[in-house]
């Protein structure tokens, strides 16, 4: 492991998982992120990711999440989500050299707003919680 995080290389993710494209410029920069049939999602925390003190970076945990919430509230509702709401608790701390997963779930819809809580965690033990709130985009028809 030593060597992934000296380098600044992400090992091949767990069985299953797959790098993920479609998150856009700005997370594609953070990550990379990788995603699962299931809808887990996860990243390898490497320096980078991390704050001065060795801990990964509460920001890009919160970055992390909003993608997990955000790709959980477009599966179940349906539209392009964006995000209205979104609100952390960090709970425990992860390091470089940890494979982070996220998991999220909608639990309750509008027309146009999905309301979504999931989770953050390093071999079970949560990192982090999170709530969100996401307006369902949609085309118009012309």
Excluded at 62 to 77: C, I
Excluded at 116 to 139: C, D, I, Y
Aim: charged residues 20%; proline residues 4%; contains cysteine.
């Amino acid at each position: 492991m030593a060597d992934n995080l000296s380098a600044e290389t992400t090992p091949e993710p767990p069985a299953g998982f797959l790098r993920s494209s479609e998150r856009g410029a700005f997370s594609n920069h953070n990550g990379p992120y990788f995603h699962h049939a299931d809808g887990t999602q996860a990243f390898f925390a490497l320096k980078r990711h991390c704050n001065s003190i060795g801990l990964l970076h509460g920001g890009m945990l919160s970055a992390f999440l909003d993608g997990v919430l955000a790709s959980a509230a477009g599966r179940s509702g349906g539209g392009t989500p964006v995000t209205v709401h979104l609100s952390i608790d960090f709970l425990d701390m992860g390091r470089a050299g940890d494979w982070v997963m996220g998991e999220a779930s909608l639990t309750r819809a509008t027309s146009d707003l999905a309301f979504v809580e999931g989770r953050a965690h390093v071999g079970g033990r949560s990192l982090a919680r999170a709530t969100g709130v996401f307006k369902l985009m949609r085309r118009r028809a012309r």
